[in-house]
């Protein structure tokens, strides 16, 4: 089938580059042309794992391209929107200007398709109600529908989450006339008969066609409305949001009373009910999705007269960002006065895997403590020049031990598996104090404190704790 992707951005970009891999025939659109010269030559413009090797097969099968021009895509079957809503700057709504510029410039090569079948499918976080006002404008051009397939990527796995995710999620008009039963893992289509009176039988068919192998695969498919599919993804990254300031919040408590908040997560864990995913104490979340969108659902559910329902979110939000600042207070406890103290920190990007460092808390963090008069350095394996860019004014080291070298305390913000596996003996050797500040809750206290390391960790106790792991060997330029 032919498909274009408007905006390839990372979502985007991952995006077209799968679909190109399923065997469909892919162009990318993005009005940013640096961006989309890079993608063209081959070159990933932001780190995730897989994807570059994804769209040099892409570009080399010929399946795969990218342009600027919207006339390019007046031949596509299938329209993707991949545009970023970001939280709006003047509140925590979402910023849909992107959305609904990319959906006027679409319109009008729409109607170029002369009413032959064409879906739009709406990949982006937006708030409910978003897709019902764009189906609106979009379904006046004969043989157009619209669908919503809220994306549910995680950074570091977004390759794998978009050829092997564990559902595909539509939103449609009237999913009660969708010629489904709303689920299905087996690969069956729905019907491929439609008409412009309401049914979703054509919509949901055609984007069956296109994620065949995934649903032959037994992917569950799931068919709802188009508000419950907007709430899907929002609800999922508040959920998620939820559950890390809640054992952030159970972490104070624990500093509070001596309790070591690993046990308590662990054992929170076992729970079936609760599961140990996202249980880890540390300086919260980040990143382009959490934060935003429960900023988002809350406004969202003002603008319903509802903010009553979701008011906890924003004690979620305000324990987050509550985790940056005990950080530093954690520092000054350590170090006294932070004026002229050199600090090393390991990570910038919001977490492993990803050069993003949008509100990344390594960043935010790095960034009070030079406001304090600090001497800060800043290491990461691939968020550097972003980093850079972020904070005017940042100093970055690239290689680890050079970042190390004389630092009086250190300070983990982002477990990239090279910081979580740094030998402790050989770390202290290199450092002018062994202080270190654990913000994730990865490394064993034991090791650390027998190698001579003052460690702190967030809601954990002074006593080491056993260590399961031994450490391994720090190595030149890493």
């Not at 308590?264 to 140990?276: E, K």
């Not at 382009?288 to 003002?302: Q, S």
């Not at 520092?331 to 932070?338: F, I, N, T, V």
């Not at 598996?417 to 206290?445: C, F, M, S, W």
């Amino acid at each position: 089938m032919k498909i274009s992707v408007i905006g390839v951005g990372y979502l985007g970009a991952v995006h077209a580059a799968s679909m190109a891999e399923l065997g469909h025939d892919v162009i990318g659109l993005d009005i940013d042309a640096p961006r989309v010269q890079r993608l063209t030559a081959g070159e990933a413009p932001f780190h995730e794992p897989g994807f570059a090797a994804l769209l040099r097969r892409g570009l080399d099968s010929g399946r795969l391209r990218f342009t600027t021009d919207h006339d390019e895509l007046a031949d596509a079957d299938a329209h993707f929107l991949g545009l970023g809503t970001p939280q709006r700057a003047d509140g925590f709504g979402a910023d849909l200007s992107a959305l609904h510029a990319a959906v006027d410039a679409l319109a009008t090569v729409l109607s170029r398709r002369g009413g032959t079948p064409t879906i739009v499918v709406g990949k982006s976080t937006v708030p409910a109600g978003t897709a019902r006002d764009l189906a609106v404008r979009l379904e006046q051009v004969p043989g157009v529908r619209l669908l919503w397939n809220p994306e549910f990527l995680r950074e570091g796995y977004a390759v794998r989450d978009t050829l092997s995710p564990d559902r595909l999620v539509y939103g449609v008009r009237h999913p009660e006339s969708s010629g489904a039963d709303g689920q299905a893992g087996d690969g069956q289509r729905a019907g491929a008969e439609g008409d412009a009176s309401g049914s979703s039988e054509l919509e949901v068919g055609m984007l069956d066609a296109i994620y065949a192998p995934l649903l032959e695969a037994g992917v569950t498919r799931l068919v709802m409305g188009f508000e419950a599919a907007e709430l899907v993804k929002v609800s999922a990254n508040a959920f998620l949001a939820t559950k890390i300031s809640f054992i952030n919040a159970i972490a104070e408590l624990c500093e509070a009373t001596g309790a070591d908040v690993t046990d308590v997560a662990g054992a929170l864990g076992m729970d079936d009910r609760i599961g140990g995913k996202f249980l880890r104490a540390g300086v919260g979340f980040g990143g382009g999705c959490l934060p935003k969108d429960i900023r988002a659902l809350i406004a969202g559910a003002e603008d319903l007269g509802l903010g009553q329902s979701v008011g906890f979110l924003r004690e979620v939000d305000a324990i987050n960002q509550r985790r940056r600042v005990r950080v530093v207070e954690m520092a000054r406890e350590m170090l006294g006065p932070l004026r002229g103290r050199r600090i090393t920190v390991l990570g910038a990007a919001f977490k492993p895997d990803s050069d993003d460092v949008r509100d990344s808390p390594a960043l935010e963090i790095a960034s009070r403590l030079m406001a304090a008069g600090a001497q800060v350095t800043v290491t990461d394996p691939e968020a550097l020049e972003n980093a850079r860019h972020h904070v005017e004014g940042l100093v970055t080291v690239a290689d680890t031990a050079e970042a190390l070298r004389g630092a009086e305390l250190v300070m983990l913000l982002t477990e990239w598996r090279r910081y979580r596996d740094l030998h402790p003996a050989e770390a202290a050797a290199l450092v002018a104090a062994p202080r270190i500040i654990d913000g994730r809750t990865v490394l064993d206290p034991r090791a650390w404190r027998e190698a001579g390391w003052d460690l702190r960790a967030l809601g954990r106790p002074g006593d080491p704790a056993a260590s399961p792991v031994a450490p391994v060997r720090l190595l030149a330029g890493t």
